[in-house]
């Protein structure tokens, strides 16, 4: 009984190794396969991204002085570096935004922007009072109609070589001309239409004068050349 029991542990223990033995091949190929799929779906990818940030680092700071630190390659440097970046990205674009505010702001000339829907995406103060724009004009309809003029967004967008997109109108006892020109995307796609007003009251008030000049000194001269032909005549 005794020597039976002594084979059956015997027994027992090599079917336990066996086992374990197994059981350690299938974790280390369930373990060497998590290697791979990490590899390639997360840490390649995180690879690549840092590879692409350093990319994009190192071409926004050519031509800049650049602190002489050792930096390891990782995605925290890199993504440091590319916050700083975009900051001053932003601060620029917020500079750039706050002059062209100001500019419009003490222009002259009036200033409408329109959207490829119609709609003001950027006006100022002196395009409000040259056409009279009331608060509840927010389109290229609503501000263009009541003028009557033989233009549309259509036309100066997609027929601008082949249309007029200069236009003169009388807003109560001014004159106004306003130049239609469209603008374009990043990608030359039509994105909308800019309108630029100007008020030529005095250029019309003495264009006006000028002909009243001309044709009263015409006037005369016919009168005077009656006057000498009739002398003659007498004579």
Request: aromatic share 8%; glycine share 4%.
């Amino acid at each position: 009984m005794q020597n039976g029991q002594v084979v059956d542990l015997q027994q027992l223990q090599q079917k336990t190794l066996y086992v374990l033995g197994i059981a350690g091949i299938i974790f280390a190929i369930v373990g060497i396969l998590a290697a791979l799929v990490l590899s390639r779906y997360i840490v390649y990818p995180i690879n690549k991204l840092i590879e692409s940030a350093e990319t994009i680092a190192e071409e926004e700071n050519k031509g800049k002085k650049m602190p002489n630190k050792k930096r390891g390659k990782t995605l925290e440097n890199v993504l440091g570096v590319m916050t700083t970046e975009l900051k001053e990205k932003l601060s620029e674009v917020s500079t750039q935004k706050n002059q062209i505010e100001t500019i419009l702001l003490h222009m002259t000339d009036g200033i409408i922007a329109f959207n490829m829907k119609g709609d003001i995406i950027l006006i100022n103060p002196a395009a409000k009072k040259f056409l009279s724009i009331r608060p509840e004009d927010n389109t290229f309809e609503d501000i263009f109609k009541k003028f009557e003029l033989n233009i549309n967004m259509e036309k100066i967008i997609y027929l601008e070589n082949w249309t007029s997109t200069e236009q003169r109108i009388q807003v109560e006892d001014k004159y106004i001309k306003v130049f239609f020109a469209p603008f374009k995307n990043e990608t030359d796609r039509p994105d909308g239409v800019i309108a630029v007003i100007q008020d030529i009251t005095e250029h019309v008030k003495l264009d006006n004068m000028q002909k009243e000049f001309v044709a009263d000194v015409s006037h005369e001269l016919k009168h005077q050349l009656h006057l000498l032909w009739d002398m003659q005549t007498l004579c």
